[in-house]
Nanobody, 122 residues
Framework: QVQLVESGGGLVQPGGSLRLSCAASGMIFRIDAMGWYRQAPGNQRELVATVSSGGTTNYAGSVEGRFTISRDNAKNTLYLQMNSLKPEDTAIYYC????????????????WGQGTQVTVSS
């Protein structure tokens, strides 16, 4: 079993910053791609940013230049630095990781965290 636990969400004023973390634990052999997604009330879940195992990143146009995704492979942890936050960034942010377990390392399985609330409001 693999668990993803997000942290770092909260309430911030427009223009402020937050740093989200996502720690993976369990019988992990290796983690392939990791990413952050978000879902605002009434909207579908959408991609925010992804990072490959080799460090290649991809961003949604709405966050490019403001958000930075990174990962620490030694700690099995994913980060999202969010700067210049806007009210439209308000959402539940979810971590996703494609994990190869020690039991079946040949097959990556997608895992999701439980989400962390980010609210941008004055």
């Amino acid at each position: 079993q693999v668990q993803l636990v997000e942290s770092g969400g909260g309430l911030v004023q427009p223009g402020g910053s937050l740093r989200l973390s996502c720690a993976a634990s369990g019988m992990i052999f290796r983690i392939d791609a990791m990413g952050w997604y978000r879902q605002a009330p009434g909207n579908q879940r959408e991609l925010v940013a992804t990072v490959s195992s080799g460090g290649t990143t991809n961003y949604a146009g709405s966050v490019e230049g403001r958000f930075t995704i990174s990962r620490d492979n030694a700690k099995n942890t994913l980060y999202l630095q969010m700067n210049s936050l806007k009210p439209e960034d308000t959402a539940i942010y979810y971590c996703k990781a494609d994990v190869r377990s020690r039991l079946i390392p040949s097959i990556p399985i997608t895992n999701w965290g439980q989400g962390t609330q980010v609210t941008v409001s004055s």
